[in-house]
């Protein structure tokens, strides 16, 4: 590798907004946050929107998309046009 041109690969912890949880992991993510951790060293601290903790499809909560009842919907609302017999 060229030296002196690849950001510097660091611990940072990462926050999920809408939960609190958060982890500890190494990134080349900055941020002028820091957060004291579980061991008692500061690191940088990103937010994220969206993580595994509150991500529908990881904790379960997904929906289920009632497809055929809204094929049904479009067939009462437009009849059977523009199907070829």
Request: overall charge positive.
């Amino acid at each position: 590798m060229k030296r002196g041109i690849h950001p510097e690969y660091h611990p940072v912890v990462f926050q999920d907004r809408s939960t609190g949880d958060a982890f500890l992991t190494r990134s080349t993510a900055t941020s002028d946050r820091t957060i004291e951790w579980s061991d008692g060293k500061r690191y940088p601290l990103v937010t994220l929107d969206v993580s595994a903790y509150s991500h529908p499809f990881w904790t379960g909560n997904r929906r289920i998309v009632d497809s055929a009842g809204q094929v049904e919907k479009f067939r009462r609302r437009y009849g059977d046009r523009g199907t070829r017999r």
